[in-house]
């Protein structure tokens, strides 16, 4: 077919070469910015104090110190690594006197009202410097509280504090001092002098050997542990094992590099890291009060002894706790123990019921996995658009590098967040509910946790499902949760209610469409189930009813139950999560599917809504009817992917070429405007929340940089402006 305008002819003439050039710049950004790190491990203790399930630090003052005295005090000193300059949205539950320092800076105190109701978050900045900020509070010991709960403002943020003394400032958690009377103003120095020990280990404990006091407590009687350490050799070299073992060790097995060893043996080695496993069978005439140790030493053949560090552990504690430990285990077999520790370091350890995780000798201590990339590994629901973008990018790169550079990352990407969940999800029944892994699923309380980025995970799967490992059972888990779990009206549509978050509850928003539907639309061709695709072509009904502005033609942003009315302020993205997902179902759903009429109307409805307010210079407002706020990236992209896949499968009237006009339009302002030469995208709003101003979204809600609410629908947007040029040639 021909083109309508002169115009658009000359600029599909001219852009296929530089779309593909601009995707391939921003695409390549991207990786280059946000590359795989592993995730760090950390040293941690159960005797310290934690994270709750709303993901708060919680000092329970008379549990501690059940004799302070009234009047006595008692400071807590942590510190968090920040990127820049800023401020630390922080919230704090007082169960008494309460007093904050930043940094030597007094950044809060309690007064009589705080102090008088113990369930009243109070929410405040904290500003923090780039690089280490120390905070210390001080609590007082009074008859009617002694503590706080405290930390992030909102439930599943992920911050945490690390120990302020700088020998274990590489684990999570607080120092703290014992109580005192003594009013300390140096911080963090004065403190310091005071702190309680670390947790140790009693001199019993000591005498009992390594394993008895790990696993102290435990049924290890005629079960197997499991130790792992590394070495370095500098050169190759042969290696020999000296061993020792308390009588209560009746077996043991030990693998160099998934290699038996044979005992009086050595080995010849390259140089570089290697692997030391030793699978231990507990006597099972043991009893708690027995001894249970075991010593391994590597010599080398020189008959110099090879330090032996943790393999998981962080630089700055990797050689205070050379081994870890993992158990009891009774019938996970050793082939299956060393097997693993060969594959893959974030999964747990042993078979069937018996998973675990590693332990450390340190009292209560295991190891933690923490996810600190920027980006890569983590799950949320940008970041499942994110990918989105470049999956599609790198198909329309079929068969050349640039192709296989792209999907390789996002499906590395994807096999990292699906390889950790059941790590995660151990990590919260064992720490108490804060995860530093995957924290949005293993307290999945909303679409926003799960839809986005399982729609992409099921998106990648199409084409690498074998390299991605147990995809499925994590697309089981959200479907569970979205088809049988998430709160609901009575007509079936998806709404807020019960959320950490609680600002949400008893709110429609139409963000959600995109939260869900793409993935119930995957999800039915993965179940091949029919069911799931109408209860995703029901949500539209439900929220047109509810958000749908007739007389615009457009959708307000939330639906508020406690007023009962929507805002009536239709904010770009909101609206691009709409269409753009009315048009991920409407490529999925049966040509004779009773619902598809109306869904057809209702779309082509939107598409002349938001032809109608498309601004003079190609790009889409961040207020959609509000001509003074400003450009906004996202929603532009959203429309150029609405239009464009609505032209290509004819379900648009665009006998006049009006919407491939406003495509063209779009993308020109969007290469002009919004991404520069280095593939860097400007103009993206930020994650909102909701108002019934206008003025909050324009004024407030301000346009980022290289923020990921942008990158992959923007991604999209360029693949659709290929797809267009190649329907319309």
């Not at 509810?546 to 302020?569: C, P, S």
């Not at 109608?612 to 001509?627: A, F, H, I, P, T």
Request: charged share 25%; glycine share 8%; with cysteine.
């Amino acid at each position: 077919m021909g083109f309508y305008f002169d115009d658009l002819d000359s600029i599909y003439r001219q852009s296929q070469g530089d779309i593909k050039h601009t995707l391939s710049v921003m695409a390549d950004r991207y990786m280059g910015e946000n590359p795989e790190h592993e995730y760090t491990a950390r040293p941690f203790t159960m005797d310290g104090i934690m994270r709750n399930k709303d993901y708060r630090y919680v000092f329970d003052g008379n549990a501690f110190f059940p004799n302070a005295e009234d009047g006595n005090y008692v400071y807590l000193w942590g510190k968090i690594r920040r990127g820049g300059e800023g401020a630390l949205r922080f919230t704090l539950i007082p169960y008494g006197p309460v007093k904050m320092w930043m940094d030597g800076n007094e950044v809060f105190a309690s007064d009589f009202v705080a102090e008088r109701f113990d369930d009243n978050p109070i929410t405040f900045d904290i500003p923090v410097k780039k690089g280490w900020n120390n905070l210390v509070l001080r609590f007082t010991k009074t008859k009617a509280g002694f503590g706080a709960e405290f930390g992030t403002w909102l439930g599943k943020l992920d911050y945490y504090f690390l120990h302020g003394r700088s020998d274990w400032e590489e684990m999570e958690g607080f120092d703290y001092t014992c109580p005192t009377k003594e009013r300390v103003t140096d911080f963090p120095c004065g403190i310091e002098k005071i702190l309680e020990p670390m947790p140790e280990w009693t001199d019993e404990q000591k005498r009992a050997g390594n394993i008895a006091r790990v696993f102290g407590g435990e049924k290890i009687a005629g079960k197997k542990i499991v130790c792992r350490s590394s070495f370095v050799l500098q050169k190759p070299s042969s290696i020999s094992i000296e061993e020792k073992s308390s009588d209560s060790i009746e077996e043991k097995s030990i693998y160099i590099d998934g290699k038996i060893f044979e005992s009086g043996n050595s080995m010849k080695l390259a140089s570089g890291v290697h692997q030391i496993v030793c699978v231990l069978k507990v006597s099972s005439s043991f009893k708690n009060s027995d001894s249970a140790d075991s010593q391994i030493k590597i010599i080398d053949e020189k008959n110099s002894e090879i330090a032996l560090v943790n393999p998981f552990l962080t630089e700055g504690v990797k050689n205070r706790f050379p081994w870890m430990f993992a158990g009891p285990f009774e019938k996970s077999s050793d082939d299956e123990l060393v097997e693993f520790n060969a594959k893959n370091r974030n999964r747990l350890v042993g078979s069937g019921d018996e998973k675990t995780w590693w332990r450390l000798d340190l009292k209560g201590g295991w190891i933690r996995l923490y996810n600190e990339n920027a980006l890569f590994g983590h799950w949320d629901y940008p970041l499942g658009v994110t990918l989105y973008g470049m999956i599609e990018t790198a198909r329309f790169f079929d068969k050349s590098k640039k192709k296989n550079i792209i999907s390789d990352y996002v499906v590395r990407h994807v096999k990292k967040a699906v390889g950790t969940l059941e790590y995660a999800l151990f990590d919260k029944a064992r720490f108490g509910g804060a995860t530093a892994v995957h924290h949005l699923l293993t307290s999945i309380d909303s679409l926003d946790d799960c839809g986005s980025f399982a729609s992409l995970m099921l998106e990648v799967a199409k084409d690498h499902g074998d390299e991605l490992g147990d995809y499925g059972s994590i697309a089981s888990y959200v479907g569970k949760y979205i088809c049988e779990k998430q709160a609901r009206l009575d007509d079936g549509s998806f709404f807020r209610k019960e959320m950490m978050h609680k600002f949400h509850n008893g709110t429609m928003w139409a963000d959600d469409l995109y939260m869900s539907v793409p993935f119930l639309c995957r999800y039915a061709a993965f179940k091949n189930d029919p069911a799931v695709l109408d209860d995703a072509a029901r949500q539209f009904f439900g929220f047109k009813k509810r958000l749908y502005m007739e007389d615009k033609k457009l959708m307000a942003h939330v639906y508020d139950f406690r007023r009962n009315m929507n805002t009536g302020i239709p904010w770009g993205r909101g609206n691009g999560w709409t269409i753009f997902s009315l048009t991920e179902l409407l490529l999925v759903l049966p040509e004779n599917h009773p619902a598809r009429p109306l869904l057809l109307d209702f779309y082509n409805e939107l598409a002349e809504g938001y032809l109608s307010v498309q601004g003079e210079d190609g790009m889409w407002r961040q207020v959609l009817d509000m001509k003074d706020s400003y450009p906004e990236s996202s929603c532009t992209a959203m429309f150029i992917c609405a239009f464009s896949r609505g032209i290509r499968n004819g379900w648009l009237c665009d006998g006049d070429g009006r919407y491939h006009q406003a495509c063209a339009r779009a993308w020109k302002a969007l290469e002009k405007t919004a991404i520069d030469s280095k593939g860097n995208l400007y103009g993206v709003c930020r994650g909102s929340e909701f108002a019934f101003n206008p003025r909050y979204y324009s004024e407030h809600l301000l346009p980022q940089l290289n923020n990921t609410h942008g990158i992959g629908i923007v991604l999209l947007a360029g693949v659709e402006m290929l797809r267009l040029e190649e329907y319309s040639a």
